[in-house]
């Protein structure tokens, strides 16, 4: 066959297998975070292959996240120390949490038995919504309680359109996220899919800890169980009507990334 006419019939299946299946990329999303009145800090997500490295302003500590694996890691350079949370692990953690409560539960009822008596209806009814908050955290306190409403709002930070989504609680506006979609990032399937699985193994992890605490007051969100498509570009916490920044995104690069970013010392895994 001649080489230009098989040359003309391969390029359609070349441009084809392209559109079907993304050439692999790396991507990083640099964020400022605003926790304090002392200034910005950096908050840098890089992902590979299914790892993330996480970046605290410039920490000496290196944070990875296995996605297939569903372990997190945070290595103390300085020492060697490894900290490591996963499914094992956390399910422990929360194991020794409950009983801690539970403990505090009979003291707090203990104490309440004996003030019973001498108590208003009203201080009852409070008493009662302590004990059930202790006893039954996912069902009680004021995390129950948030509503996600997707708004007609839209925004463009860093020439990047973005969703914006009230989170309500009480029917009070307490947080504002805007969410870009994965095309608006232009960032690759896996990319994305990686850095929304960080999201969802980091409010698990948050929550499922401070609800064996006991501790309903947060107002974190599991994107996906909300139906909040994309990443956060922004984050504004509102207390007392005042809005404040928590987080902004400040770039977002898919430059090729060097494996040994991702490399754990010492071969831990």
Known sequence: MDYGVAMKQLM??????????DAPADV??????????????????????????????????????????????????????????DKNILNKRIEQLNQQRLSKLAEVETGLNKKL???????????TELV???????????HTQ????????TKTINEITCDVYDIKRNDSLVKQVCMASRKSL?????????LRDFHRF???????????????????IDYQMENMDGLPLEIITISDNKPTVELLIDSITTKR????????????N
């Open 186 to 194: 232009g960032i690759s399937p896996g990319d994305y899919e990686a």
């Open 28 to 85: 990083t999303l640099s964020y400022k975070t605003f926790i304090d009145k002392n200034g910005s800090q950096n908050l840098t997500y890089s992902v590979k292959n299914g790892i993330l490295r996480l970046t605290e302003n410039q920490s000496e500590r290196i944070n990875l996240y296995n996605q297939s694996k569903q372990i997190f890691l945070s290595i103390d350079q300085k020492n060697a120390n490894i900290s490591r949370i």
């Open 132 to 142: 059930n908050q202790l006893k039954y955290p996912e069902f009680y306190g004021a």
């Open 117 to 127: 008596q001498d108590m208003s209806d009203k201080e009852k009814e409070i008493a």
């Open 146 to 153: 948030i509503k996600v409403i997707k708004t007609a709002q």
């Open 257 to 268: 990334l060097d494996q040994a970013y991702f490399d754990i010392p010492n071969s831990q």
């Open 12 to 21: 359609p299946l070349l441009f084809l297998y392209f559109i079907v299946f």
């Open 202 to 220: 980091n409010y698990n992890t948050q929550t499922r800890l401070m609800l064996a605490m006991g501790k309903t007051d947060f107002i974190e």
